[in-house]
């Protein structure tokens, strides 16, 4: 995971946790699941894909307008930044994966592109068809 970083770990994540994400998705489609909570520990990485994938699904959300948002969490965790320093030199990694660091959006934004045409064409490979992801997306403009 160290030598990857955490944009190595964002993209990581995509590719392979493809049925988590899906179920998500698939939750996300149901009426019933709404209002809807997403978090996790920080609410920056496993948290923050959840939410760049959903964003980049609205088209008059920009990908600069979801960055500026997520460098912002930053300052935010600070209050917790020794616990979560103790937990992860526990796993060999160093100060970068506590950090919402610039560029990370773009280059995760750049690895959908890259690897699977875009959002819609990543939510294809995982499960989540056009269908769904319309009515995800009306969902959130509602």
Known sequence: MAPRGLIGLGQDTL??????IREIFELLVSPAS???IVHCTQGKDRTGLIVLLL?????????????????KSEPELVVEFEERMREIRVLGLDEEYT?????????ICAHLDAKYGGVEGYLMTVGVDREKQELIRQRLLA
């Open 55 to 71: 964003l980049l699904l609205v088209p008059e959300v920009s990908v600069d307008a979801i960055a500026a948002d997520y460098v």
């Open 15 to 20: 590719d392979s946790s493809t049925a988590e």
């Open 34 to 36: 709404y209002p809807v």
């Open 99 to 107: 950090k919402c660091p610039p560029g990370f959006t773009q280059q």
